[in-house]
């Protein structure tokens, strides 16, 4: 075979290789190092056995989700939120799946935005576990009103909730990890926190700051390898994050939640987000296209990124105003495996 034979076929294969990366990334719902772990890496079912694990937000969505697939896998629990009819409605389901039992799973109120009480929740779970293996930051709510017209009590709120509420109880769950020299903390944060969208600008600035500082609080934790930080990041994802999301004034419910089926499967994300656990990853994005294609657009090419949100913004802002779900005409994914 000619030199120049030899050349043509490696370049052919090169270039075919390029393709199949390329079809698989259309179909990706998560960014590569993710997808790779979920391939490659380490099980949910062999890492996160025998750990307590305390998720808030689990009376809903992707907390209530993530429980049930948690229930699965013999860890104790500790469910927080707000309502207490939800978390008990939650508990009883974890426990029909059959790998825990009552005492395995403790339900414990909690209001984020009650920082004074977070002290005290850190000791009930110490006490009923003697530990805390994993801290899920999940609970919070997303915003749907233009900052013209939205009372500035609404974004004290989106800042109390998501990012001071999230901060608190981490610094108290923290000297605890830091005693044991181990742990790990996973917040759900968005794709909102790393790219941007009209109708959200509270709840993007609070998502924005949270991977801020959990960034840099993973670095000044380097002298404890034993204790990781993790942003789960979001798309869309099917949940009642709609449904609660704030609007121009504090007590105002929304009017439409719109269509929510386009949106990414929860059990999907879920099980996404326990690889991430799992293998330690320390941010992960979780969507299907074309939301991951626009946040690997914001790192890498970020005026055309934020010249693309303006255009498609108008088209949310539209859609808003006429009642629709603000992405739910536009954004139809190019898949819809999983669900
Ligand atoms: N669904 C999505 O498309 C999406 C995308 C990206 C990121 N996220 C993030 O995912 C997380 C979970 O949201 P979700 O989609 O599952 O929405 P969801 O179904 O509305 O659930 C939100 C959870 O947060 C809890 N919560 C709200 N206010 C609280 C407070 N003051 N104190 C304690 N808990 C509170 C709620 O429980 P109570 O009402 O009982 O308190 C509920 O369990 C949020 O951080 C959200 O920003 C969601």
Not at 163 to 191: A, D, F
Not at 320 to 336: E, I, Q, T
Request: with cysteine.
């Amino acid at each position: 075979m000619s030199w120049e034979l030899l050349l043509w076929l490696l370049a052919l294969g090169a270039l075919l290789l390029l393709v199949v990366q390329l079809l698989r990334f259309l179909r990706a719902d998560g960014d590569l190092t993710l997808l790779w772990a979920e391939w490659q890496g380490r099980r949910p079912e062999w890492e996160l056995t025998d750990m307590v694990v305390w998720v808030t937000g689990a009376s809903s969505g992707i907390g209530e989700e993530l429980v049930y697939q948690l229930s699965k896998l013999g860890v104790s629990l500790v469910l927080s939120a707000r309502r207490v009819s939800e978390l008990e409605r939650v508990k009883r389901r974890c426990l029909e799946n059959g790998n825990l039992k009552g005492k395995d799973i403790l339900v414990l109120p909690l209001d984020l935005t009650n920082r004074s009480s977070h002290e005290a929740a850190t000791k009930a779970v110490l006490q009923e576990f003697g530990k805390i293996d994993i801290l899920v930051n999940n609970g919070g709510r997303s915003q749907r009103s233009l900052f013209v017209d939205t009372n500035l009590d609404v974004y004290e709120e989106l800042i109390e909730l998501n990012y001071l509420g999230t901060l608190s109880l981490t610094k108290c769950v923290l000297p605890h990890m830091i005693e044991r020299k181990q742990g790990k903390i996973i917040t759900v944060n968005s794709l909102m926190g790393i790219i941007a969208a009209p109708l959200a600008t509270g709840y993007c600035a609070s998502k924005h700051a949270l991977r801020g500082f959990f960034n840099s609080l993973r670095a000044e934790l380097a002298a404890y390898p034993g204790i990781t930080v993790s942003n789960i990041c979001p798309g869309p994802v099917q949940s009642n994050i709609v449904k609660n999301a704030l609007t121009e004034e504090i007590s105002k419910p929304i009017e439409n939640s719109g269509d929510q089926s386009y949106k990414m499967a929860t059990s999907r994300c879920v099980r996404l987000m326990l690889i991430s656990m799992a293998n330690d990853l320390k941010e992960v994005w979780i969507a299907e296209q074309p939301f991951l294609l626009v946040a690997y657009l914001g790192q890498y090419m970020p005026t055309f990124a934020l010249w693309l949100t303006s255009k498609l913004g108008k088209r949310r802002i539209e859609n808003f105003k006429n009642g629709v779900d603000a992405d739910s005409s536009y954004f139809k994914p190019l898949k819809r495996k999983h669900n």
